[in-house]
């Protein structure tokens, strides 16, 4: 079954990079170490196989409403361009530190 619910999430750099322009991260974000043509693949295959069955977008904030900002509009960075967290990110599961982006998903297919 699938709905037509959007999820909001919060992404890390890599993976806002990957939703909006299709360009997967430049090296591997666990080491650090340039990514060969293998290591792109993979991370690419990981993402893919972890998301499988959802489409992401990177989400636009509301304009501010008079309403207060709540703490889960403070995590998923509805209040801010960016903020850094150490939360994982909520599409590719990286534990680093780092800036985290506003980002909404739904289920697609089956
Ligand atoms: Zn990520």
């Known amino acids: 079954m699938s709905t037509n619910e959007t999820h909001d999430a919060s992404v890390c750099g890599d993976c806002l990079m990957w939703i909006a322009n299709g360009e997967p991260p430049l090296s591997d974000p666990a080491t650090g170490a340039d990514f060969n043509e293998e290591g792109e693949a993979a991370w690419v295959d ?37 903020c850094f967290s150490w939360s994982p990110c909520d599409a590719c599961g990286s534990t680093l530190g780092g800036d985290r982006h506003p980002a909404a998903w739904w289920e697609v297919g089956a």
């Open 46 to 82: 990981a993402w893919v196989t972890r998301n499988a069955g959802t489409y992401w977008v990177c989400s636009s904030r509301p304009t501010a409403d008079g309403e207060e900002w709540t703490d889960e509009d403070r995590y998923y960075g509805r209040d801010v361009e960016s």
